[in-house]
């Protein structure tokens, strides 16, 4: 008997089953490590999350960079995952010609419930290989958010963890003028 064998996709081949219309138009999936990823569905306490920090960050940030919800990063050669939200450089096109890379992405945000270990190992594991700088895992389950930095690639982690309380502000990476009041945040 011959051991089965898993296909794992590019993103270009990603691309192309997309546009082959592989996919119904209301399935949400991403490419995770060259695996097809069904995404979960959101509940009201993740949508109202995301909703709030969305318009926060982008009140906040203006033109100093670009807030992005639910839009693909592209991790070549075979991921391209869908973050809740990134806060990535500000670029004038805003990404027309191609989804950013990890050079572009300045912050990755996930909301987590029923996603918790997922996001907690297989989305930090991939953000910090691709040496993505800052990481955010929003814990609807503990009500705390959690903060990664400092990326180490090789060892698909980060150096750095910290946990923020409801009733705390946090300062926002790479912008040191602008505070995130998690209590405005947390549904």
Known sequence: M???????FSIEEYHQL?????????ERVELIRGEIVAMAAKGTPHSV????L??????????????RSQ?????????E????LSVVRYRED?????????????LVVEIADSTLKVDRDLKLSLYAEYGIANYWIFNLVDRRLETYSEPLPKAKTY????????????????????????NLIFP
Request: charged residues 25%; glycine residues 2%; negative net charge.
């Open 54 to 67: 969305f318009r926060q960050l982008t009140l906040q940030l203006g033109d100093n960079a670009i807030v």
């Open 94 to 106: 805003e990404y027309l010609s191609a989804h950013p890379q990890p050079d572009d992405v300045l």
């Open 159 to 182: 150096r750095s963890r910290r946990v923020f309380f409801p009733s705390e502000t946090v300062k926002l990476p790479c912008f040191p003028n602008v505070d995130v009041d998690l």
């Open 18 to 26: 997309s546009d082959l219309g592989f996919f119904a138009p209301e």
């Open 49 to 52: 999350c995301n909703t709030r």
């Open 71 to 79: 839009e693909p990063i592209v991790l070549f050669p075979n991921s």
């Open 2 to 8: 011959s051991a089965v064998k898993t296909k794992r």
């Open 81 to 84: 995952p869908e973050p809740d």
